[in-house]
T-cell receptor
Framework: NAGVTQTPKFQVLKTGQSMTLQCAQDMNHEYMSWYRQDPGMGLRLIHYSVGAGITDQGEVPNGYNVSRSTTEDFPLRLLSAAPSQTSVYFC?????????????FGPGTRLLVL | AQKITQTQPGMFVQEKEAVTLDCTYDTSDPSYGLFWYKQPSSGEMIFLIYQGSYDQQNATEGRYSLNFQKARKSANLVISASQLGDSAMYFCAMREGLYNQGGKLIFGQGTELSVKP
């Protein structure tokens, strides 16, 4: 089991460029989520999904799009990157019926927007 | 209003001593869960311990225990016999509601723990 994988590990973008952060999990988890972590702050929820074809917004969704065409994959798209999106991005997954189960986090993607 | 509050931005503890990291939460949902995560300098999120809102007993996992005081809405993490490898950022998080009903995980701002030799 690879668990939750994220690519790339590190990315530098110029303002206005677009990119997709990839996230995949091989645990057959229905629930997947994207967080961003800024210095001195905890993780904040961007978007989440409870299954293929179903997504919803979290606390800080502006500037980000998601889709969920398969159980395994949950990509995060930045349509026009801004310096304020410089952050570390974590993807996570968990079973939908998981009450006491943790979310399983990927290793993170460090994004720098110039 | 903050849903998860960690009031200690940074703490120091002597190696082999116990330390308590504070966490208070705010929710009106009767079904919630409380988690603690460790984030070392390498950046990964490591799950430590879980406490459910209906659990009668405090959770324990090895050197970690969760002091759950439901009426006070607090869920403090106790690390016994601190080790140098415990130096890290610690996050308290709350799952508000159930995942199959759109529940979400909400994080506090974290406490940076430094263990002194």
């Amino acid at each position: 089991n690879a668990g939750v994988t994220q690519t790339p590990k590190f990315q530098v973008l110029k303002t206005g460029q677009s990119m997709t952060l990839q996230c995949a999990q091989d645990m057959n988890h229905e629930y997947m989520s994207w967080y961003r972590q800024d210095p001195g702050m905890g993780l904040r929820l961007i978007h989440y999904s409870v299954g293929a074809g179903i997504t919803d917004q979290g606390e800080v969704p502006n500037g980000y799009n998601v889709s969920r065409s398969t159980t395994e994959d949950f990509p995060l798209r930045l349509l026009s990157a801004a310096p304020s999106q410089t952050s570390v991005y974590f993807c996570a997954s968990t079973p939908l019926a998981g009450v006491g189960e943790t979310q399983y986090f990927g290793p993170g993607t460090r994004l720098l927007v110039l | 209003a903050q849903k998860i509050t960690q009031t200690q931005p940074g703490m120091f503890v002597q190696e082999k001593e116990a330390v308590t990291l504070d966490c208070t939460y705010d929710t009106s949902d009767p079904s919630y869960g409380l988690f603690w995560y460790k984030q070392p300098s390498s950046g990964e999120m490591i799950f430590l311990i879980y406490q459910g809102s209906y659990d009668q007993q405090n959770a324990t996992e090895g050197r970690y225990s969760l002091n759950f005081q439901k009426a006070r809405k607090s869920a403090n993490l106790v690390i016994s016999a601190s080790q140098l490898g415990d130096s890290a950022m610690y996050f308290c998080a709350m799952r508000e509601g159930l995942y199959n009903q759109g529940g979400k995980l909400i994080f506090g701002q974290g406490t940076e723990l430094s263990v002194k030799p």
